[in-house]
């Protein structure tokens, strides 16, 4: 059974009602829906069943073990960005011969641990860390796989601190130098040179940005192969966007089938892709329980019991997601702002929302499940919150909430 649409991620399933889980289970706690990450993950395997390809989901958007599981028992591959997320990916049972390892910064011991489980790649940012893959594979006698990511100066239409495909971003090596990069790679020691990637942005709602880049990296493609150095696979890294409001980004299959279309006159070239988003965001709820109604003179404030550190993307984007009322009732209806408990003016989860509540409602937060926990902190000593797991009629807690004691675990006062 389906508990989320891919565009308006129904909440109410007939036999797992989220009421429940927020007695069981207390909150603030995010729940997650298995059918509905399947679903999303199978709308990019289905459409591209007829090029080869790979999904590689973004780790970052939601990391959870039980969430990284659920994707590897359907094949997919992950893109991580750090040591600790190819720590998960393989305590998730996820295989290590089908990760990329992207992200500008990665040090010569996340780099030594990833090509001891044998990675996929390595999306080498720049030209140092090439050199620094090359002398760590060499001196431990391994060959390190990469792709060089190309950072193709397309504007993605997005907020600026997702966008990453322009020249002023940090990401990537700027296309204008990616054949002297790969020629120079192809001297290298300890270095195969296996693919190309590129990743513009987040949130795009428009194929055309993917497409344009494409276009421009295919072309690179193209002048290696001339040069004698064949590709194995593109990457076309994450990005789509997902409907949080109005927004009416192209359905995977869509997205998926442009691609492909352009990829005609290379049929051996991989398609890997790196969704996170548009796996994860709209299989999540936060579930948060107002705690107080108040009035500043015209302003109606909802004060909830999730705040900027349980959820950071309205504060951070500010970000607009869908806040509606687990069990609507009838009543009054005010523009809130919804708040959380953290003490920063910037702490709301959404603002001048018309709703009517009381005290003890209990909202959710739609398009929770990407970026969601993965960008939660303990600031103001706020433990964690849980994650919760609907999988068909059964409810799994995938990570209990923290405790008090939890918060200070490992920290210490000086001696006497
Ligand atoms: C290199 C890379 N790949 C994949 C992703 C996943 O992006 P999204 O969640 O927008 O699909 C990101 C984040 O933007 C990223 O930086
Ligand atoms: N954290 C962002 C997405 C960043 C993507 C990371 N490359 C968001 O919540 O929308």
């Not at 489980?117 to 050199?131: D, R, T, W, Y």
């Not at 352009?262 to 709820?285: C, H, S, W, Y």
Request: charged share 20%; proline share 5%.
């Amino acid at each position: 059974m389906d508990y989320f649409n891919y565009r308006e991620n129904t909440l109410f399933a007939e036999s797992v009602s989220v009421n429940d889980i927020a007695q069981q289970f207390g909150t603030p706690c995010y729940v997650y829906s298995r059918a509905t990450l399947e679903r999303h993950y199978k709308a990019f395997t289905e459409a591209a069943a007829n090029h080869q390809h790979l999904v590689c989901y973004a780790v970052k958007a939601n990391s959870n073990l039980a969430v990284l599981n659920v994707l590897a028992r359907l094949g997919s591959g992950f893109d991580i960005v750090s040591q600790g997320e190819l720590a998960r990916v393989v305590a998730a049972g996820g295989e290590p011969s089908k990760v990329v390892f992207s992200g500008v910064a990665k040090t010569a011991a996340e780099i030594s641990y990833a090509l001891s489980l044998g990675i996929k790649c390595f999306n080498v940012e720049s030209e140092a860390e090439l050199e620094r893959i090359s002398h760590v594979a060499s001196q431990e006698g391994l060959v390190a796989p990469i792709s060089i990511r190309v950072n193709p100066d397309i504007d993605a239409k997005t907020h600026p601190y997702i966008s990453t495909g322009l020249k002023e971003n940090k990401f990537g090596i700027a296309i204008s130098r990616a054949l002297e990069v790969y020629r120079h790679a192809a001297q290298l020691p300890g270095i195969d040179i296996q693919g190309i990637d590129f990743h513009i942005g987040s949130q795009l709602t428009e194929v055309e940005p993917f497409l344009a880049a494409l276009d421009k990296v295919l072309a690179i493609v193209a002048q290696l192969a001339e040069y004698g150095i064949t590709l194995k696979h593109l990457d076309v890294g994450g990005g789509l966007g997902v409907a949080y409001l109005a927004e009416e980004p192209p359905h995977p299959s869509t997205y998926v089938s442009q691609l492909i279309e352009r990829l005609a006159p290379f049929p051996d070239l991989e398609l890997v892709f790196e969704p996170g988003r548009a796996i994860a965001a709209n299989a999540g709820i936060l579930v948060t329980q107002v705690e107080y109604l108040k009035q500043n003179q015209d302003k109606h404030f909802a004060i909830v019991d999730a705040g900027m550190n349980d959820l950071l993307r309205p504060s951070l984007y500010q970000a607009w997601q869908n806040i509606i009322p687990v069990s609507p009732h009838e009543g009054d209806t005010q523009q809130y702002d919804i708040v959380g408990p953290v003490c920063e003016t910037g702490d709301f989860l959404g603002k001048d929302r018309a709703l009517c509540l009381t005290q003890g409602d209990l909202l959710a937060v739609r398009s929770a499940g990407a970026y969601g926990f993965t960008m939660s902190s303990n600031y103001n000593s706020r433990p964690r919150v849980a994650e919760i797991m609907v999988d068909g009629d059964t409810v799994h807690v995938i990570r209990k909430r923290e405790t008090i004691a939890d918060l200070y675990q490992g920290e210490n006062t000086l001696p006497a």
